[in-house]
């Protein structure tokens, strides 16, 4: 029993550095080994929701306090997004054929990330007509699949150019921790359920998500970030897939 949770920490630490590095929490691949370690599947949601909380606390730190933000591109995501995700948390649907669809386009994005070109530019953040819809296509896609919506929000922001790499990541980070919040107040008020076993696997998500968070804001250079991230997206989509066809 104690050899089984610490592998499973192992894996929440590994996992909490890889996406936190590219300005994610780590959701995806946080409900990939709890359900691969054979956890009930309504504890799996909540419990990766409270770890995202913890580790995008930590990239918001990192990421912001070093100027890694764009505020035009990140209020009317976040404005449309939060309600969204809370509807999203809320409802429990069977949704493989989405599923299926979803990690199908993650994939189709981690390839295109694996080979990227070396120049950063931005065109800069959309019309606010526009961030408002996608926004909240993108809050529903987080609160319904438990996750904070980072590997949805970051290959479109950096697929249409709207902001640079660490720009992307910070506001990712800060999206991804808005979404989880209201996702698990979400999740609590159908399920009256809180997740207590995420407790002792929340040390494990923070010494990795602290150091992800870390080298990716100050260490890892673009293409770096791009590169995690198709493993990133590779994780994620691997996931959905696979719940798609279990």
Not at 19 to 36: C, D
Not at 157 to 186: D, P, Y
Request: net charge positive; with cysteine; hydrophobic share 60%.
């Amino acid at each position: 029993m104690l050899e089984s949770w610490l592998l499973v920490a192992l894996a929440i630490g590994l996992i909490a550095y890889l996406y936190a590095a590219v300005g994610h929490a780590g959701a995806s691949g946080y409900i990939a080994v709890l359900t691969l370690a054979a956890w009930e599947p309504q504890i799996i949601k909540p419990t990766a929701l409270v770890l995202n909380l913890i580790v995008a606390s930590l990239g918001v730190w990192q990421f912001l306090r070093q100027g890694h933000f764009c505020w035009a591109l990140f209020w009317p995501l976040a404005l449309a997004a939060v309600p969204l995700a809370f509807l999203g948390g809320y409802l429990n649907l069977p949704a493989a054929a989405f599923q299926l669809l979803i990690g199908l386009v993650l994939w189709g994005s981690a390839l295109r990330f694996l080979w990227v070109a070396k120049t950063d530019v931005a065109l800069g953040p959309p019309p606010w007509y526009v961030g408002l819809p996608t926004g909240a296509g993108l809050g529903f896609l987080a609160g319904l699949t438990g996750t904070g919506g980072g590997v949805f929000l970051t290959p479109l922001v950096l697929g249409m150019r709207w902001a640079t790499t660490k720009q992307t990541a910070g506001v990712s980070v800060l999206f991804i921790l808005l979404n989880s919040g209201a996702g698990l107040v979400g999740n609590f008020s159908s399920t009256q359920f809180f997740p207590t076993l995420a407790i002792p696997l929340a040390v494990a998500a923070a010494g990795g998500g602290l150091l992800g968070a870390y080298c990716g804001s100050q260490r890892f250079s673009a293409v770096v970030i791009k590169r995690l991230l198709a493993v990133v997206l590779l994780i994620a989509g691997g996931k959905l897939i696979l719940t798609a066809l279990s």
